[in-house]
């Protein structure tokens, strides 16, 4: 009899066991399709394109009208916030409030410009840590906690990537088209101009790619 019971309470044991195990991999079933939605939906938010107010759509950012919260989400990643102030003899020189991504999916990096008006970015200066100077003279302040959270509302004004791999001119053209104009510079690095799109890619055999993004009408510049 006792034999009957242990036997009895095995085979309830195996069926609560299978069902369990069903239960799983139905689960597991939902949630693999359900990412696979989403990384179709992903792919596709990572088209570059123009809307018909002349906004460009990078990584599923739209410049000018995302704020940084949104880019965040866009790119999956936290970043990281801080002001610079750049020399007069850098290509950015003056005051900037950029976001910096140091890894997305592929291990490459993002700079996104933050669009603030000289004076918030004065006050922001006045409530920032100590400046830290590097070799390049570029001076990095850490923002006030307060400012921290009004820079998650700030517009995305232009976009930097530095891909994770070579970029090439023929993998630039094959991705984006005949470049308008090349311009060499002294130093060695190879400039394609891309204005239909607002890009200008920055290749440099002795270092790595910079594609810059901006709205097409502000194309005028390199951030």
Do not use: C
Request: proline share 5%; no cysteine.
């Amino acid at each position: 009899m006792k034999n009957i019971q242990l036997e009895s309470q095995q085979k309830r044991s195996d069926r609560f066991g299978l069902k369990l195990f069903l239960v799983v991999l139905l689960i597991t079933a939902v949630v693999f399709a359900w990412s696979s939605l989403q990384y179709r939906q992903h792919n596709q938010d990572r088209d570059t394109w123009v809307d018909k107010e002349n906004k460009l759509h990078v990584l599923g950012i739209t410049l000018g009208e995302s704020n940084l919260r949104q880019a965040e989400v866009a790119l999956q990643s936290r970043s990281d916030v801080a002001l610079y102030i750049y020399p007069l003899e850098n290509p950015k020189a003056g005051m900037k409030l950029e976001a910096y991504f140091p890894a997305i999916a592929d291990h490459t990096e993002v700079i996104l410009l933050l669009d603030a008006a000289p004076e918030l970015l004065r006050e922001m200066q006045q409530r920032a840590t100590m400046p830290h100077i590097y070799p390049n003279l570029v001076a990095r302040s850490n923002l006030a906690p307060s400012d921290q959270l009004v820079s998650q509302q700030l517009h995305v004004r232009k976009l930097t990537l530095l891909p994770s791999i070579t970029i090439t001119p023929k993998i630039l053209s094959a991705r984006f088209g005949k470049p308008t104009s090349i311009s060499k510079l002294k130093d060695g690095k190879v400039i394609f101009t891309f204005p239909a799109i607002g890009l200008n890619a920055t290749l440099n055999k002795d270092d790595r790619a910079q594609l810059h993004f901006s709205n097409p009408q502000q194309n005028a510049s390199i951030l």
